[in-house]
């Protein structure tokens, strides 16, 4: 019977196992990724019981890479990519390169192929979306400066690897050919690029335009299942079109049918609908690059093993780490930043089955990839525990770093230009996101002094050139707030969404200028209450603010009606 149902059995064996495994898993506060690939090793060739069909197994991994990169361009924002360009473009371009030197020259040193080699660093040299949007929402930081960092770095990271994807086959299939010219080489990249420009032209030009015109003619029809298999059947359907017309890969052509319907007003309703199927397909995924894992390599290859770990762990991490700080960010966040990317992931698995299937890359480098991405993802939450212990020991212990800490940041000083019309009763500013955007607009039109702090480097060196007063840091930081003359204002406004640090904030803003109001943003009902009883006067949030305003224009409309 069996036998007559391969893809039932196949589908049962790897759910039902992924659910067991992962949730061991989570209550071992391990991500739920080590349990599915776990439960792939265990119903893999390469283990003794029963074994799923690997073919069928591929196949559903198909659809999990398409819906996984659906996803990437659902949340894809070129806007919180731009906020954090200066650091996240330059920082994932030389990380990527350290990364792929490192596994090159160690593959070549185990006497593998050049082009193996470089498919084989290029698969460590990229971190796992999903396991650091899972890690930063555990711990709150989403939202942080630091969360948007490595966010913003990972998305150059995947945006890199999809051109990667994209080129790598034509560059495989033209290097197999005897004799091959320079000249041949850069017709068939231009062909390839081509090919991905004119797809890329249809779905900018007609895609964002016919999508949401079909979402719109289906969700009129009020039903949420033909939604959900619109969404579901565009995802799919265009990534199979882009590589059946175009020779465009999978990945992109997913990626992009994401990106284009994120424009769209019904982006959040697509992605809640279907991340039940992204959810599940996925999990197939990460079962199917467990099959692929050899557990023996453990035991004949360890050193290996080991140089596969260090690369991930160690030499990509300092290379991201000293990049940061050399760009004047914080050891905070150098830190942040280089645990952020101490893993590798989806699109490692990606390219090593590209890699595999093309034949550059050996049989066992699948299995030293898996157990590399097993052990940096095992061990990353632990990781990101240690980083203020991390911060505080190296500080204590390294006069460098102190230097680092306390060096002369031309951002984190007001210049001495700057008007006394402007830091006397002023306003300070925490934060100059949307809400902080809107806010300063209303202070510049009513013509009120203001000071704006905030983390993001490029943010105060814009307002500075538009001739605004900023200063760059965590307003968390007594030294941050003298520097914004907190002491000569007349009101402490804190939009920022992050409110970690808001109650050190309240305490040190009153010790240096009592009785002074504090107007603060609050994620919640809860966080508002414990807000004001740490001193702020008023604490607002969403969902307050839209009763306030529902309540406001009721009574207003019911006065215009009598």
């Known amino acids: 019977m069996h036998d007559s149902m391969p893809l039932i059995v196949t589908m049962a064996a790897a759910l039902g196992l992924s659910l067991v495994l992962g949730f061991a898993a989570a209550r071992l506060k391990l991500p739920a990724l080590v349990g599915y690939l776990l439960a792939g090793v265990l119903i893999g060739p390469f283990t003794p019981g029963f074994v799923a069909d690997v073919g069928l197994a591929t196949q559903l991994a198909e659809i999990g890479v398409m819906l996984l990169m659906f996803g990437v361009g659902l949340h894809f924002s070129i806007d919180d990519l731009m906020a954090v360009r200066k650091i996240a473009i330059p920082g994932a371009m030389v990380q990527m390169a350290v990364a792929t030197a490192l596994g090159t020259v160690v593959a070549l040193g185990w006497g593998w192929s050049m082009a193996g080699a470089l498919v084989f660093g290029l698969s460590l040299s990229v971190a796992s979306t999903v396991v650091l949007l899972r890690a930063l929402e555990s711990r709150g930081v989403l939202e942080s400066q630091n969360g948007r960092i490595a966010v913003g770095w990972l998305v150059v990271e995947d945006l890199a690897m999809v051109l990667v994807l994209v080129l790598l086959p034509a560059l495989v299939t033209l290097g197999d050919a005897a004799g091959a010219s320079a000249t041949d080489l850069a017709l068939t990249l231009a062909r390839t690029l081509l090919a991905v420009i004119a797809f890329v032209a249809l779905m900018l030009v007609v895609g964002r335009r016919v999508l949401p015109w079909v979402l719109w003619q289906i969700s009129a029809t009020g039903s949420r299942e033909l939604f959900t298999l619109c969404v579901v059947a565009v995802a799919l359907g265009i990534a199979y079109g882009a590589y059946a017309l175009f020779g465009v890969s999978v990945a992109l052509g997913a990626f992009f049918a994401g990106l284009v319907l994120r424009e769209s007003e019904f982006s959040h309703r697509a992605a809640e609908e279907s991340l039940p199927f992204r959810d599940a397909f996925a999990v197939l995924f990460f079962v199917s690059v467990g099959m692929l894992f050899d557990p023996r390599v453990l035991l004949d290859r360890p050193l290996q093993v080991l140089a596969v770990a260090a690369i991930i762990m160690v030499g990509k991490s300092v290379a991201a780490a000293a990049l940061v700080l050399a760009l004047r960010y914080p050891l905070n966040t150098a830190l942040t930043v280089s645990v952020s990317l101490a893993q590798i992931g989806e699109f490692s698995f990606i390219l090593a089955a590209l890699g595999g299937s093309l034949g550059v890359l050996p049989p066992e480098a699948k299995s030293l990839i898996v157990a590399g991405a097993i052990l940096s993802i095992a061990l990353n939450p632990l990781l990101f525990s240690l980083i203020e212990p991390m911060r ?45 955007r809107a806010v300063a607009r209303s202070l510049t039109e009513r013509g009120i002094p203001f000071v704006v702090v905030d983390q993001n480097r ?41 409110s970690t640090d808001v109650r050190p904030m309240i305490e040190t803003a009153h010790a240096l200028n009592p009785g002074l109001p504090i107007l603060v943003r609050a994620a919640n009902a809860e966080e508002a209450r414990l807000l004001l009883g740490a001193g702020a006067q008023r604490a607002v949030h969403a969902q307050g603010a839209v009763a306030d305003a529902l309540v406001r224009d009721v009574a207003e409309a019911w006065a215009a009606r009598r």
């Open 392 to 436: 505080r020991w190296v500080v204590g212990r390294s006069a460098l770093a102190r230097r680092l800490e306390a060096r002369d940041d031309p951002l984190a000083e007001l210049p001495t230009s700057t008007s006394r019309q402007v830091l006397s009763r002023q306003v300070v500013l925490v934060g100059h996101g949307v809400v902080g």
């Open 458 to 498: 490029e943010r105060v060196e814009s307002l500075r050139e538009a001739g605004l007063a900023a200063v760059v840091g965590d307003a968390g930081e007594p030294s941050v707030l003298v520097q914004a003359h907190i002491a000569e204002a007349a009101l402490l406004v804190v939009a920022a969404s992050d």
